[in-house]
């Protein structure tokens, strides 16, 4: 299971209306536990550009609110690349600029890249439930901390 998968539940942009209930979700628990950052955030910019004639989406988000758990992160904002192979491209892609002001549960991490940290992420909806999910989450986790 790879919890930063580059997804944006369909949900979370209207294509669906039925979702998990996420108190019970143990993927969400533990993408909360092993983000870097987790919180409501908005995208503020959509663009797009080119990498070697491939279609690549870069996505600015500001966080709403304080964080609800960051790890060795710091600012107010991050920005991810959606490239072509990505899962989350034919989303991106669709709504394009209708993104910007749409807002998020965002999970983010970054792993290592050939030049410089790649950032990998999930959203979720920007939902109540979600948002109580993932910081009873965060509170469990700092909970079973030694």
Request: no cysteine; net charge neutral.
């Amino acid at each position: 299971m790879q919890l930063f998968d580059d997804r944006i539940e369909p949900t979370a942009v209207g294509l669906a209306d039925v979702a998990d209930n996420p108190r019970t979700d143990a993927v969400l628990r533990a993408r909360t536990q092993r983000a870097e950052v987790v919180a409501r955030a908005r995208i503020s910019t959509v663009s797009v550009d080119s990498a070697g004639g491939r279609p690549v989406y870069r996505l600015r988000f500001t966080f709403v609110e304080p964080l609800v758990v960051s790890r060795g992160f710091s600012g107010n904002q991050i920005e991810i690349a959606v490239r072509d192979d990505s899962p989350a491209f034919g989303i991106v892609k669709w709504l394009d600029t209708r993104l910007i002001g749409h807002s998020f549960v965002a999970f983010f991490h970054r792993f290592a890249g050939n030049y410089e940290p790649e950032v990998r992420f999930h959203l979720s909806p920007d939902d109540p439930q979600v948002l109580a999910a993932v910081r009873d989450a965060s509170a469990l986790n700092e909970l079973s901390k030694p």
